[in-house]
């Protein structure tokens, strides 16, 4: 079993474990298995958002300061 550290004490749990034999709490099913892939998707989508809004900005705002 994979050797993982609990997120909310520092204690030793395996994957596979409900609990955490330290402090008790909690862990998700899928704890240690597998990537936030939603999130990896949604930072990604948000990078390619902000450079396409650099690139279709205008650079020079000025003109619309009266």
Do not use: R
């Amino acid at each position: 079993m994979k050797n993982l550290t609990c997120k909310h004490c520092g204690g030793s749990v395996t994957a596979g474990d409900e609990n955490c034999a330290h402090c008790g709490i909690p862990l998700a099913p899928d704890y240690g298995s597998s990537p936030q892939k939603k999130f990896k998707l949604f930072f990604i989508g948000l990078i390619i958002f902000c450079l396409a809004m650099i690139l279709w900005l205008p650079p020079d705002w000025s003109h619309f300061i009266q």
